[in-house]
């Protein structure tokens, strides 16, 4: 069984096979955090891009918790700057077997400056094969692109997609790329953390389950579903 949490804006949990990921851990200074960075305990983090909403509090709880950090290259490099040891460097297109399934680095359309202003490579989404055989894409922050239709070849059990518009895929585009996709099941993510991402994730329910054949968990910072 595999629990997938989501803890508000892009960050979320992923427990399978005994093994804790965090992905994007922003909890300080997030208005929208569920719980704080103290209160979680990864074996392995990822983080997508450099923006501070996604870097958040990743050298912290590495530094407290002892796990590896997974990321594109510029961005290892620079939590290594930073002191931290444990980290493992990927890119666009690569894929890794880790100890909790195996890994791939997808294309994100965004940016990725680091919060001191470092170059912080290219920005990615993940697609996760599980030890079970489950394969769980997670875009990140990201505007549609066509390969999407790719990425839905693989048999999606989970998509994980940003709805907030502006900085990302609103809910129109996300619309589309579920339709490309073809996921069995979508949550919606990176909406409602700030004024100008506030979208309706029901009605954006409504509207994916009535033009496709997803279905869509809208859960409220801090809830799981298990698949």
Partial sequence: MNKLTWYGHATLG??????????????TGNPAASASAEQVSPDFILVSHGHGDHVGDALAIAQRTGALVISNHEIVTWLGKQGLKKVHGQHLGGGHRHPFGYLKLTLALHGSMLPDGSYGGNPC???????????????????????MRLIGEEGLEVA????????TMGPDDAL????????????PIHYNTFELLNQDA??????????????????????????
Wanted: proline content about 5%; charged content about 25%.
């Fill in 160 to 167: 994980v997609l940003p709805i907030g518009d502006n900085y």
């Fill in 125 to 147: 989404g993940f697609l996760l094969t599980t030890n079970d055989g489950k394969k769980i894409y997670t875009a990140q922050d990201t505007g549609l692109f066509g390969d």
């Fill in 202 to 227: 029901q009605a954006w329910k409504k509207r994916v389950e009535g033009e496709t054949g997803a279905r869509v968990v809208v859960l409220k910072p801090g809830e799981s579903f298990e698949f």
């Fill in 176 to 187: 589309r790329a579920v339709k490309m996709l073809q996921p069995k099941t979508v949550l």
């Fill in 14 to 27: 992923l427990e399978t096979g005994g093994h804790q990921l965090v992905i994007d851990p922003f909890f």
